[in-house]
């Protein structure tokens, strides 16, 4: 088996809980079955790989705290992939990837939060809609600057709502409102789990907001 090349260097930091495809670029002269082993080698607990046994599994990050505009390195994680035959020793290579705290704009166009899809909140029998949602708050990607504000200088709204409620609490996840709907199986004491009768937000984008919100939940 010969090793062609490795995976393709990442030149710029990912955002925590996006998800990547490891792709190797490997093949075998006598075409025989291959067979992969995916593995995390170094960084911050490894975050999460969907399938160690697949030829293109997807990663993710867990959470990291580092905002995107500091200048010291952010933190980077070493993926491995060993490639067999089942004849020859295994062939292997390591990708570094390195990873910083989302922006605003990860969390409104790249997550649950923003998409516009039948899961996301950003729908017109949710947040999306032209008219006032009962919560009072309307997640409109197309107008970041006004969304932005209602996240962070207002609290939720509505009869089950105290004022000490604030949609995002900058540094404390379990402060802010918005994540705690988000979570699956905490109770919710303020409207309904979000997004609203759409099942659970995927792990990856739990990891974003929540490293979005630990990092400051700077709108850049």
Not at 61 to 76: A, G, L
Not at 96 to 107: D, G, Y
């Amino acid at each position: 088996m010969t090793k062609q090349g490795s995976t393709t260097p990442l030149t710029l930091p990912v955002f925590a809980g996006q998800l990547l495809t490891l792709t190797p670029d490997v093949f075998d002269p006598e075409n025989q079955p291959l067979t992969y082993s995916w593995s995390v080698v170094s960084g911050p607990d490894g975050g999460s790989i969907s399938d160690a046994t697949l030829a293109t599994p997807t990663w993710h990050s867990n959470d990291v705290t580092q905002n995107s505009d500091m200048s010291s390195p952010f933190p980077e994680w070493s993926i491995r992939v060993d490639v067999s035959d089942g004849s020859n020793p295994p062939v292997s290579f390591t990708q570094t990837v390195s990873v910083r705290a989302p922006r605003f704009s990860n969390i409104l166009n790249d997550s649950v939060i923003g998409s516009t899809a039948l899961g996301g909140c950003s729908n017109s029998q949710c947040h999306g809609s032209t008219t006032m949602p009962t919560g009072g708050f309307p997640i409109n990607r197309f107008n970041s600057a006004a969304t932005y504000t209602a996240m962070l200088a207002n609290h939720g709204k509505g009869t089950s709502c105290s004022i000490a409620t604030k949609r995002i609490q900058a540094f404390n996840p379990t402060f802010s409102l918005l994540f705690r709907k988000l979570q699956s199986g905490v109770p919710v004491a303020c409207g309904a789990q979000m997004p609203f009768r759409r099942g659970a937000v995927a792990p990856n984008e739990l990891v974003t907001i929540r490293s979005w919100i630990n990092a400051g939940a700077l709108q850049n």
